[in-house]
């Protein structure tokens, strides 16, 4: 997991403000980038991805940046909510030796924070 | 649908002992994934499997064996468990080959002592 990074451990933001969360990533061959949510005491829950031949992919208040120039990878969050308070990890893919399927590898999270 | 449900949630071992994490997914996933998660860290793939019969290494398997039987289930066990295997451990499924859209269960952590 060392090979996708976050920048910041930790974000605080206000209620409604938006948020930024960034990731470094290191395999120019990944086809996908991926964001998961994971709320204390339960397992990842995926956000939304985005396939390396995009730049831009937006969902429900969500909106992931990839930029494959500098191998960064963002996602915004608008209007944060309470329930968004959660830690945030980028993945990116990787080819299994035994075929067949991805791999994904995970950088180490950005908890995020949102004050009331 | 129950989704991925994990067993137990909780476990402590003694260095030495053996167990069995379950995972069963009502899904009729045929993707099957076992994951363990250290403290700070993101996750890492321990093993996967792509269908009943199938599974194969990821990328921290040693210390661990699986078996898929069934499309539902996918134990992963522990043999001679070490103070490195405390961790929390989560198992996941996905329905395509690409493996983005993972469900995960709730997790199991376990303590070796």
């Known amino acids: 997991g060392e090979n996708v990074g976050l920048h910041l451990p930790t974000l605080s933001v206000q209620e409604g403000d938006n948020s930024i969360i960034n990731c470094a990533y290191s395999n120019s061959a990944s086809d996908y980038f991926i964001w998961y949510k994971q709320e204390s005491g339960k397992g990842p829950q995926f956000i939304i991805d985005i396939r390396s031949n995009m730049d831009k992919r937006q969902g429900q208040r969500v909106t992931v940046l990839l930029n494959k120039t500098v191998k960064h990878l963002s996602l915004q969050i608008a209007a944060t909510q309470p329930g968004d308070s959660a830690v945030y990890f980028c993945a990116e893919t990787y080819e299994l030796s035994g075929g067949g399927a991805d791999g994904l590898t995970f950088g180490k999270g950005t908890h995020l924070i949102i004050q009331p | 649908n129950a989704g991925v449900t994990q067993t137990p949630k909780f476990r402590i071992l003694k260095i030495g002992q053996s167990m069995t994490l379950q995972c069963a997914q009502d899904m009729n996933h045929n993707y099957m994934y076992w994951y363990r998660q250290d403290p700070g860290m993101g996750l890492k793939l321990i093993y996967y499997?792509?269908?009943?019969?199938?599974?194969d290494k990821g990328e921290v398997p040693n210390g661990y064996n699986v078996s898929r039987s069934t499309t539902e289930d996918f134990p992963l066990r522990l043999e001679l468990a070490a103070p490195s295997q405390t961790s929390v451990y989560f198992c996941?499924?996905?329905?395509?080959?690409?493996?983005?859209?993972?469900?995960f269960g709730p997790g199991t952590r376990l303590t070796v002592t």
């Open positions: 499997s792509v269908g009943a019969g199938i599974t």
């Open positions: 996941a499924s996905s329905l395509t080959v690409k493996p983005y859209e993972q469900y």
